[in-house]
């Protein structure tokens, strides 16, 4: 982060024509922003959304309401302009760009136009059920870290905001039990409902993710994603971590997103430092992962979908507080009295 | 409000490619909306943001950092695109209607494009200083009642979202004091610091208001108007019924703006039922009045501007809400399995 553009942005904004600060937490993405991109002036545009799309053979368990073919249906859905994500990326005008990373069964038919679709060789290689077994081997834990990074590789050097979805029936059991091994909690602190399963599917979740975690205590983060996260979770670490690297800063979505980016921290020190986080997710376990990554979210508005679609639904406040920065005239170009200059 | 209508959006929204609930308030919001414009799939826009702005004698006690002056010369800045608002109604493609229902001076210029600027001849009527007298006349009180309800009059039809907003140096001190009155509230615990008081101010305000709660003990909501608010309150709370009278749906701003809709729920009970709330200022008071509506705003970040700057902050998660309502695919239209039928 650069501290001169973050000063002259906080500069400037003492000079805009309202009271220092009124602006609230549209002031601070602005300076943040700025430090980021080393500049006074930032934007959030142009903006991208990556969204990772991965089957889980811990599905079979019985912890989520919707079966494994759900995955593929919406990634079809999201090519074809339906999904909840894919109508906010057209609302705002984002490219939607899906990587399929295991999914069961490939699309039919070629994405809509403003939407592109990629599936990567790491979609081949074999998953586990994370509650007996790895969930990748180490080599496609590697893989799936590179089909990430590679998805970020094609962005224009331009980008400069990237929101990461994620669609998996599963995910939700996966990112849990990534949680509760990052964070040291029980299960039953980091399970939620996910997609709505019922109390008796609730107490399977945990029941996995108790074993899951019992059999990799002590875990790094590495080595937690690799065993008990899934090749979506993977890619979103491998993506966000090109995408700082490529300094771009990330507008972090909800719970299994958040999971990833506490993993990337613990990985790689100072990531959080590149995050904006968008949105509080209905889901239970979001509180102690935003907790974990000193995290104060822009909206709390109950959703829990996943898909990026909390990062797409905070990316307009983005961009108010950027043209907010940079569109505002200073008293003195307004000719308006500051303070206790009558 | 047509409950058919808020039917048919609820079951729209249960077939919808996403777990049911988990668009949170984006989907209350849409089946809000759908109540109130009478059909399942509502609309935000065309949405418009009215400000109107007065002086206030009130001013000479100290109670504002800022010099009456202030008003005018912002009012100039709206004209010319450099206030907030002014920003972000460019920004989203939204006409700023200004009106002055008061000010001491009067804008130089015409405005830029996209903007409009009526002078109501109620600003030329003497306003009176709420601590010792009342801030208009019952003649003065209904004419600023008619500006407000003559701009919403001059909108299209088809517009189906009225922002509102205010500008005038001392109006959180009228505010603070029509809050007092509706709320039956101490002074301190409706006065906040505005645009950013001092101590020493804070305490003169307090007094300022306590003296007006004194002088209009058990006045009416139409009363606390006229005699402790001000033209642009009164302006605010005629346009806000107009709006409503012809079916438009108010997306309310922060304390002030949320003052003068509690006094128009009092006076014409079910108006709140209209009401969308943005945002939860970080005025102190503002909490009290939200409570009295029953309002759970969209946002919390912390601004405290004014000008209708909360509610076109909150649009862009309107303007989601009704596109993901109207152009999501359903699990049918999709072919993506709901749950339990794996």
Redesign the interface.
């Known amino acids: 982060p650069d501290q001169t553009a973050a000063d002259r942005a906080r500069e400037r904004q003492s000079r ?11 002031e601070e993405v602005a300076v943040k922003l700025a430090a980021l991109q080393g500049t006074p002036l930032p934007r959030s545009r142009p903006a991208a959304a990556l969204l990772f799309a991965a089957d889980h053979a811990v599905t079979r368990h019985g912890v989520s ?6 995955t593929a ?2 990634v ?2 999201f090519l ?5 994500s894919s ?2 990326c ?2 705002l005008g984002v490219p939607l760009h899906v990587v399929d990373v295991g999914v069961l069964r490939q699309p039919a038919r070629p994405p809509d136009e403003g939407i592109s679709f990629r599936r990567d060789p790491v979609a081949d290689e074999p998953g586990g059920d994370l509650r007996v077994e790895d969930a990748m081997s180490e080599t496609t834990f590697r893989r799936a870290l590179a089909a990430g990074a590679e998805e970020v590789d094609k962005l224009p050097d331009d980008v400069r905001l990237v929101m990461l979805g994620e669609m998996g029936i599963g995910n939700t059991t996966a990112a849990a039990a990534v949680a509760a091994l990052l964070l040291g909690r029980k299960a039953e602190e980091v399970v939620g409902r ?3 399963v019922d109390n008796a599917g609730l107490a399977r979740k945990v029941e996995v993710v108790g074993d899951a975690v019992r059999r990799l205590e002590g875990a790094g983060p590495e080595r937690a994603v690799q065993s008990a996260g899934g090749r979506d979770i993977a890619a979103l670490v491998g993506a966000a971590a090109r995408a700082i690297e490529r300094r771009k800063v990330v507008l972090v979505d909800g719970f299994i997103v958040s999971v990833a980016m506490l993993a990337l921290e613990r990985m790689a020190p100072g990531a959080r430092e590149w995050m904006l986080f968008a949105h509080r997710s ?1 889901e239970a376990g979001h509180q102690h992962v935003l907790e974990a990554l000193g995290a104060r979210p ?8 996943g898909e990026g ?1 909390g990062a ?2 905070a990316l ?2 983005v ?2 507080a950027c ?2 920065h940079a ?3 200073t008293f003195e ?10």
């Open positions: 805009l024509t309202k009271p220092p600060g009124s602006l609230g937490v549209l309401p919707y079966p494994s073919a759900v249906a919406m079809e859905n074809r302009g339906g999904a909840a109508v906010l057209r609302q996910g997609t709505g209905a822009m909206l709390d508005l109950g959703l829990r979908l679609s797409l639904t307009p406040l961009d108010a043209a907010l569109g505002m005239a170009e307004a000719g308006v009295p500051d303070r206790g200059q009558g």
